[in-house]
């Protein structure tokens, strides 16, 4: 895969450049962000899905709630979106995630709008690239990337959603494959500038979406940077299937992608050790983009941007991190807060070129 040309080497040479050069910021939660505006279902369904879902004769009209569908509103509020993409990059965003979070045919099932998938990636991105340009055309000396995100999907392929049958399994490796191909293609044709398969609980997942990046990167004859950000579940320190910070690194470690990094499940303290421990052996570049805090009772974030901002400083000042934003709970002012406490520390050098520095 790495011996592929890039699909837009330009916009790779400016990401590397900048990434050589200063910490980059991530943008924070979108979910937390829509929250705020409270939807309902009619707004959700917009006038594209007033009376059904999109005329398909296998759905019932009305059938399933499409209320939570964040993804959807890609198509019927897009002005929403875009409202989100501009506000994270106005508090000092340099790459802003795709709302593609649940784009897979495997979770858009939920919503009877699978059929959708390929098109929720494509607008998704789409977007995020119109947000990207219209700042850096005010801003060249600082140019904005777009972040294709895929999703961990519904579901996993190492673990059984029956407690009674410890062998089953309600989706295939195959299955998960041909997922994130079509999602892929779709962020792809709407612009983005890398891939990140994201807030991975599952490594198996994660092997199948890296597998379905290189089978299309040489389908395409060219690649893109791939970026892949797992999660810490709890505090036992492990993914979902059980790895840990470094076992999880090496897993990937295969695919060469721009970065490993961890996001979500987690506050920036708890994923201090874990990041260390990825910091310790990274060949790449290492992100990270914490939940503002542990969720309280009423599975809300109270952790505020000064708070969450002097951990991540600590983070930076200990040379811990390349890239770095917020998860679930996060909003501009946390993003403004880390941009402003990050600005004049040193990116950290990946492995490899600190190996040769020496």
């Given at each position: 895969m790495s011996a592929l040309p890039w699909i837009h080497p330009e916009r790779v040479a400016l990401l590397e450049a900048a990434l050589a050069t200063r910490i980059l910021i991530l943008d924070g939660g979108m979910g937390t962000m829509l929250q705020a505006h409270q939807l309902d279902e009619t707004s959700f369904r917009g006038e594209r899905f007033?009376?059904?879902?999109?005329?398909?004769?296998?759905?019932?009209?009305?059938?399933?709630?499409?209320?939570?569908?964040?993804?959807?509103?890609?198509?019927?509020?897009?002005?929403?979106?875009?409202g989100v993409h501009d506000a994270y990059l106005e508090a000092g965003a340099d790459l802003i995630e795709t709302n593609t979070f649940n784009s897979t045919r495997i979770s858009q099932a939920d919503y009877k709008l699978q059929h959708l998938a390929q098109e929720l990636n494509r607008e998704g991105a789409r977007l995020a690239r119109a947000a990207c340009d219209a700042m850096t055309a005010k801003t060249p000396d600082k140019p904005r990337f777009v972040i294709g995100?895929?999703?961990?999907?519904?579901?996993?392929?190492?673990?059984?959603?029956?407690?009674?049958?410890?062998?089953?399994?309600?989706v295939t490796f195959q299955e998960l494959v041909e997922n994130y191909?079509?999602?892929?293609?779709?962020?792809?044709e709407g612009g983005a500038d890398v891939l990140m398969v994201e807030t991975i609980f599952d490594t198996l997942n994660a092997k199948a979406a890296l597998f379905a990046l290189s089978e299309l990167f040489h389908q395409r004859g060219a690649r893109m940077p791939v970026m892949i950000s797992g999660t810490i579940t709890d505090r036992s320190g492990r993914t979902l299937s059980g790895q840990t910070a470094e076992a999880f690194?090496?897993?990937?470690?295969?695919?060469?992608?721009?970065?490993?990094?961890?996001?979500?499940?987690?506050?920036?303290?708890?994923?201090?050790p874990h990041l260390q421990t990825l910091a310790g052996v990274a060949e790449t570049y290492v992100s990270t983009h914490p939940n503002a805090g542990l969720p309280n009772a009423f599975g809300e974030y109270d952790e505020t941007p000064e708070e969450m901002a002097s951990v991540i400083g600590s983070f930076a000042r200990e040379g811990l991190l390349n890239l770095v934003g917020g998860c679930c709970g996060t909003t501009p002012a946390h993003i403004k807060a880390i941009a402003e406490v990050v600005r004049d520390c040193a990116p950290r050098a990946p492995l490899s070129l600190a190996t040769e520095a020496a």
């Open positions: 007033e009376h059904g879902h999109d005329g398909h004769a296998h759905d019932h009209a009305g059938s399933c709630d499409l209320k939570g569908n964040n993804d959807l509103l890609s198509l019927t509020k897009p002005e929403i979106i875009r995100v895929l999703g961990p999907t519904s579901r996993t392929a190492s673990l059984s959603p029956d407690v009674n049958d410890p062998g089953f399994r309600n191909t079509e999602s892929a293609n779709g962020l792809i690194y090496y897993s990937v470690r295969h695919a060469r992608p721009l970065s490993v990094g961890f996001n979500c499940a987690l506050g920036a303290e708890d994923l201090r």
